[in-house]
Each structure stands twice: as structure tokens, then as C-alpha cells.
T-cell receptor, first 112, second 111 residues
Framework: SQTIHQWPATLVQPVGSPLSLECTVE??????LYWYRQAAGRGLQLLFY??????ISSEVPQNLSASRPQDRQFILSSKKLLLSDSGFYLC???????????FGPGTRLTVL | DQQVKQNSPSLSVQEGRISILNCDYT??????FLWYKKYPAEGPTFLIS?????DKNEDGRFTVFLNKSAKHLSLHIVPSQPGDSAVYFC??????????FGQGTELSVKP
């Protein structure tokens, strides 16, 4: 069966510090991968999605970036965090031509 | 521009009664709609979906209705149970495997 892992579960970082969140998927090949953010009181905002290794599409301009170094690994990064980067970050996967996305447990990021 | 809107941030229902969660959209090109359920500090889980060529889909206590002329969909939960208390997101497919989510409605089912 397929599983998706995200770490860390919670993270507290000072403004201006770097960020690296990792997501890995098991049990499937060549998945579509997604990064979402849920800010306080807001819905799920799609940040990045990837249809293959090295293929990243950005949905929202910001100081975040994403990379996909391996088929089932998706990384969300920032060189310098802003206060507005605080939120709940979710990684998700889907297979080609299937609308359903499967979400990881999420990372709660607090930038102080 | 919010293409998928859930205008009610919260809903409170008595156990055993019907819960109706609403969602409006603006893009008539959406071809598939989904509902997700989310508990605090967890990722959303898929609940039920409907294709744009249908107007109703039922799965146990959950039914989703789609009114394309009004660009409106709703999720009915009958009967509501305390374990249904969660945040519910509607989402619409824009192709290329991408979904656009609404802001969510927090459902509270009281015993």
C-alpha cells in the first residue's frame, strides 16, 4: 500500500533562517507531488506541484522553492524565512489522470 | 480571485440530524469536484467526489449534489455523528492533476 511521510511534524524557526521540509512517498512510482500551505483561518493554497524528477511548477510567487531530486522525494525550501511563512504545510501525491490526492500528516511551521 | 468558495466558516448540528455543507465555484470548466475531511494537526482525507457530468453521488451517509447551472455543490451527511466533527474542504479539478480548494467549513456535531 502507498504511504506518504513528512518531517518534521513541528518546527519553530527564527525570521531569516533557512528552511527544509521533506516529503517521501512509498508504494507508487512516478507520482504527481504537491506542496500546499494552510495559513491560520485560510484554505489550502497550492504552492508547487511536480509531474516528474526535476519538473517543478510554482503556483504562487514567494520566497519558497521546491525540488524533486528523486522520483518519490519532494523538498520545500527557503533561504530566509519570513513571519508570513508560518502555517501548516502539507505534501500530497496523486497518480496520473486521477483527481484524488493523498495527503501527508503535515508540518506545523512557526516563524518567530 | 477565489474560484472555489465555502462561505460558511462554521456549522453546528445536533447528532442524528442532517449536516449540509455548501460550496460555490466560478469556473464552468471544472470537470471534477471532491470533498475532503480534515482533523486538527492531520492531513486532509478524501471523502467523496462527483464528476461534472453527474448531479448526485452517494456513499453511505454522505451524498454530494452538483448544480451546474448555479455553480454550486453541497455535501449532505445523514445522520450526523459526533465523529463527523472536522473541517470539510471542497475542491475542484483544473486539469493536470491540480486541485483548487475552498477555505473550509468547520462542522461541529453535538451529542
Amino acid at each position: 500500500s502507498q504511504t506518504i511521510h513528512q518531517w518534521p511534524a513541528t518546527l519553530v524557526q527564527p525570521v531569516g533562517s533557512p528552511l527544509s521540509l521533506e516529503c517521501t512517498v512509498e508504494g507508487t512510482s512516478n507520482p504527481n507531488l504537491y506542496w500546499y500551505r494552510q495559513a491560520a483561518g485560510r484554505g489550502l493554497q497550492l504552492l508547487f506541484y511536480s509531474v516528474g524528477i526535476g519538473q517543478i511548477s510554482s503556483e504562487v510567487p514567494q520566497n519558497l522553492s521546491a525540488s524533486r531530486p528523486q522520483d518519490r522525494q519532494f523538498i520545500l525550501s527557503s533561504k530566509k524565512l519570513l513571519l508570513s511563512d508560518s502555517g501548516f504545510y502539507l505534501c500530497a501525491w496523486s497518480v496520473l489522470d486521477n483527481w484524488e490526492q493523498f495527503f501527508g500528516p503535515g508540518t506545523r511551521l512557526t516563524v518567530l | 480571485d477565489q474560484q472555489v468558495k465555502q462561505n460558511s466558516p462554521s456549522l453546528s448540528v445536533q447528532e442524528g440530524r442532517i449536516s449540509i455543507l455548501n460550496c460555490d465555484y466560478t469556473n464552468s470548466m471544472f470537470d471534477y469536484f471532491l470533498w475532503y475531511k480534515k482533523y486538527p494537526a492531520e492531513g486532509p482525507t478524501f471523502l467523496i467526489s462527483i464528476s461534472s457530468i453527474k448531479d448526485k453521488n452517494e456513499d453511505g451517509r454522505f451524498t454530494v449534489f452538483l448544480n451546474k447551472s448555479a455553480k454550486h455543490l453541497s455535501l449532505h451527511i445523514v445522520p450526523s455523528q459526533p465523529g463527523d466533527s472536522a473541517v470539510y474542504f471542497c475542491a475542484a479539478s483544473v486539469g493536470q492533476g491540480k486541485l483548487i480548494f475552498g477555505q473550509g467549513t468547520e462542522l461541529s456535531v453535538k451529542p
